[in-house]
């Protein structure tokens, strides 16, 4: 189970209208793919290749599921609460994390950002193409951001200066693996009831006692 939340980029993005007026409830489908080297392209079946991002206020939940196993993280944007479940067909795990331990789980990236004239639409919105590199490893990477709608950043999108906007495609390279990250579809609508609530069947743990799991459970 480990293996797959340390691979999966979870995706989390709440929008508002182009007229700014805050967005309530909806949710965001995204579309993966990987870039795997040789030697971790048998883990290609362990991945998931969509993700779904529900939000209710300053609240997001994002579902990423590949065959038996899941990850989902519920946010608050406010309190900086973060909780992630890990689910296998052997063992449910919750795990709480801190705004001082939140960095064991997102990238550590700052990026410098260099805009192109290359724009194209996605998910109906215009994007704008950026050339992003990371000032510590000197990688380069791109991303596509909008400023027809805006976002509160959560989980990955933290990494990213929201002064540019919103960023509706993305690659992110981490550890010899390349992620893209794409919105497929946004829908306006209620969130399904109890989604943002944690089921009593999770063992919580700390992110210490995650992190010293052996990787096959």
């Not at 993966?32 to 290749?49: C, F, G, Q, V």
């Not at 206020?57 to 196993?69: H, L, N, P």
């Not at 200066?161 to 390349?178: K, S």
């Amino acid at each position: 189970m480990q293996k797959l939340f340390w691979f999966i980029p979870a995706l989390l993005i709440m929008f508002s209208s182009c007229s700014h007026k805050t967005v309530k409830q909806g949710s965001v489908t995204y579309t993966i793919a990987y870039d795997l080297p040789d030697s971790l392209k048998s883990y290609a079946d362990y991945l998931p290749k969509t993700a779904i991002v529900y939000f209710k206020g300053d609240s997001t939940v994002s579902i990423q599921q590949a065959g038996d196993e899941a990850t989902t993280v519920i946010t608050h944007k406010p309190t900086g609460f973060m909780r992630v479940l890990l689910r296998s067909s052997a063992a449910k795990y919750q795990v709480d994390y801190k705004k001082t331990e939140q960095s064991e789980v997102l990238p550590p990236v700052n990026y410098s950002y260099a805009a192109t004239t290359i724009s194209k639409t996605i998910a109906g919105h215009k994007a704008l193409k950026y050339i992003l590199t990371d000032k510590t490893t000197g990688l380069t990477s791109e991303a596509w951001f909008s400023k027809e709608i805006s976002m509160v950043p959560n989980y990955l999108t933290a990494v990213f200066d929201t002064t540019y906007g919103v960023p509706l495609a993305f690659t992110i390279n981490q550890n010899g693996i390349a992620t893209k990250t794409t919105v497929k579809e946004l829908k306006f609508e209620p969130a399904p009831g109890g989604v943002f609530s944690t089921p009593a069947e999770y063992t919580k743990i700390t992110p210490e006692q995650f992190k010293n799991m052996p990787v096959g459970n």
